[in-house]
Structure formats: C-alpha cells, structure tokens
C-alpha cells in the first residue's frame, strides 16, 4: 500500500499533459485494430471505405490532442475537430471519433476565455459539414443531423456545468480557508491579549506606585520583587501560549485552569487591588474548555479592575457544580485614594476588545455572559459557563 501511494504521488508530480496522454493512446490503437474499422462515430452515412494515408492522419488528430485537453483546451478541441471533419469526409468511421466528445467535454470544464465564440463558431462548422456530407452523397436525414448536435450541445452543457460546480467549490473551499484564518487569527489576539494585558497592566499599576515610594525602602524593594515576579510569569506565560499555538511543538503543555485562579488573585492583591475571592462547591475534575474559559473571565475583570478603578475593593465569586461554572466580579466604581483626591488611575487604556473576547468564548460554550454597571454603582460581571456534562 505504501509503495502504490508513492507511485500515484509520482504519478501526480508529472505534467498534466502527460497524465493526459493514456486517455489518447487506447482511442489511437484500437483504431488501427482491423476489426474496428468502420465501427467509429458516423455522421453523414457515407459508406466506408478502406484506410489509406488520411486515415492516420484522421486518427492521429483525433486522439493525441486529448493531452492537450486541459493544458490548452481551446487547441485540443481544434485539432480534434479537424480530424472529425476529416474522418466523416473521407468516410473512416474510426474509433477515435470518440475522441470529438472527450474533447469537447473537456472544453466545456477547462475553456475560461471566449467559450460563446468557440460555441458559435462550432455550430457554423457542424452546419458546414452536414451541407458536405449531403453533396457528398451522405444518405442522413435532417433529423439524424439535429439529432447528432443535440448530443454534442448536451456534452457541452455537462461540461459547463462541471466547470460552474468546480468553480463553486473552488470559492467554498477559498471561503472556509478565508474563514479559517480570521478565526485563528481572532483566536491568537484573544489568547495574546489575555495574557499579556493582564501581566502589563499589573506591572505598570505597580511601577506607578513604586514612584512615590522612595521614602521607604522595604516597600520599595517589595514593590519592585513584585514587578519581578509579575515580568518572570509573563514570560512563561507567554511561552507556553508561543508552545500551545506551534503545530510543531511536541512537549507537554498546560493551559490555565479555574484552579489557578487563587494565583490570579494573589498578583492582583500584590499589584494593590484589594481582592476578596470566595468559592462555593468543587471544582469537577475535569471541566473541559469551560475551566479556561472561566479563567480568562477572571483575568479580564482583575485587569480592567487595575486599569479603572485601581484600589477600589473587588469580589471573586466562584459556584461549582456538574452542569456549570458561575462567576461573578464586582468592582466598586472609584479606589478609597482617588475618591479623596479626585485624581484619576494612571493605567494603560482600554480598547474593549477584553469583554468582547469574553462574550465570544462564553457564547462559544453555549454559556451566558454580562458586563455593566449594577444598581449598586458597582461594576460587575457575570458568567455562566457550561462544563458540557449533564447532572
């Protein structure tokens, strides 16, 4: 099996003109076999007569152009057509009349340019060489004449018809790949955007405050060990997500997972926000995509928490069980320090492409998603997510 798959891989490596030219050779020796003559397309009913030097000739147009059938279509149907003409004139009646339908079905597929002239002009021919065969002495009927076009007008419509199929595939395929792409693409910013904004935006949050502590060098030295570790875990990180999106990388890797949302809350406490985090239930052994997906609603919510309203107490509730995994993030609006000073955060600015993310991966799992104010001036938001088992 293996060495038959190497030969058609050879075999699909090879020119198309010469994959094509099997299709001529059978047509060109059956027709010089004896026995076969006269049992060839015939159109005119002329009688016929014994093969000479024209014969070849006849047969050769008739056959060997069929490797040019979808390199040059247009040349191949030409040639064919020619010796057809030949071959009815002189009365061959060769099988590599055959070879008149296989060229024009291949047309139909392959012909992009000038398909209405080459129909028409054609048509004229055929008209043409009925008119020569009856002066010829042909004993066909008008209706055999008509009868004969409509097949070859009938394997041209199937032609066309291939042609339009082919190119509908073609654009479904280009489509999906298209498709393909964006989503992968819109996937990549997703993942690049949760993990880098979030570690950033802890660093910076914690940079600005180590400004305006000079004054005392323990919390100095704190703060800056913080900013550290907050870069180290940025990096790793982001190697592991470099692994996750290489096709080629063979090791193990690890996504983040519900469990890992203590260690989520622990950096933001240590960039500042005062975080309260409590959970209700167990998290299922194994929740599928839902326990990252619940992850990143976290992420998002403690990030826009440093970016807006830095200082400002935020709850983390998390509710486990079989069917779901609930969360929900509330921020109050304005931090204890800026609320006293009227200053506003400094912090990176946002684009709303977090939440919009977040909609999307929950959406994805079928789950529920909300982010705004509440009534209560807090910001909050809330997630559903679905761990796909049934309880």
């Not at 056959?63 to 061959?92: K, T």
């Not at 990388?249 to 997972?257: A, F, L, Q």
């Not at 194994?286 to 990252?292: I, K, R």
């Not at 998002?300 to 440093?306: D, G, M, Q, S, Y």
């Amino acid at each position: 099996m293996t060495e038959l798959r190497r030969v058609l891989d050879r075999w699909r490596q090879l020119d198309v003109t010469v994959r094509d030219l099997p299709l001529a050779l059978p047509l060109a020796v059956a027709s010089f076999v004896p026995a076969y003559h006269g049992l060839g397309t015939e159109v005119g009913a002329l009688p016929t007569r014994p093969f000479d030097v024209l014969a070849v000739v006849a047969i050769v147009l008739q056959s060997f152009p069929l490797a040019l059938r979808r390199r040059w279509p247009a040349a191949c149907l030409l040639l064919v057509s020619l010796g057809f003409v030949l071959d009815q004139l002189r009365g061959y009646h060769t099988l590599s009349g055959a070879g008149l339908v296989i060229a024009l079905l291949s047309a139909g597929v392959y012909l992009e340019h000038r398909r209405r002239t080459i129909a028409i002009f054609l048509s004229g021919a055929y008209v043409l060489l009925a008119l020569a065969l009856d002066l010829l002495g042909g004993a066909e009927r008008a209706v055999g004449y008509l009868t004969f076009y409509l097949v070859l007008a009938l394997v041209w419509a199937v032609g066309s018809w291939l042609r339009s199929t082919r190119a509908v595939e073609t654009e479904r395929r280009l489509r999906v790949a298209e498709e393909t792409r964006t989503a992968e693409r819109t996937r990549i910013a997703r993942e690049l955007h949760d993990v880098v904004t979030h570690h950033v935006t802890a660093m910076v949050v914690q940079t600005e405050a180590a400004k305006y502590l000079t004054g005392a060098p323990d919390r100095l030295d704190e703060t800056l060990d913080a900013v550290t570790d907050t870069g180290r875990r940025a990096i790793g990180d982001l190697r592991n997500l470099l692994d996750l999106l290489d096709p080629g990388h063979d090791g193990e890797t690890r996504s983040p997972s519900i469990r890992d949302v203590r260690t989520l809350v622990e950096q933001t406490r240590q960039a500042g926000q005062p975080v309260e985090l409590t959970e209700d239930g167990t998290p299922s052994e194994s929740a599928g995509s839902a326990e990252l997906v619940a992850h990143r609603v976290v992420q998002e919510a403690l990030t826009n928490a440093l970016k807006h309203a830095h200082g400002s107490p935020t709850a983390v509730g998390l509710r486990y069980d079989e069917r779901e995994i609930t969360v929900e993030i509330r921020t109050a609006g304005t931090g204890p320090e800026q609320a006293l000073s009227g200053a506003r955060p400094s912090s990176p600015g946002g684009s709303g492409r977090g939440l919009a993310g977040l909609r999307a991966r929950v959406d994805a799992l079928g789950g529920e998603f909300a982010a705004g104010r509440g009534t209560d001036g807090e910001f909050v938001v809330r997630a559903s997510i679905p761990t796909g088992r049934s309880a």
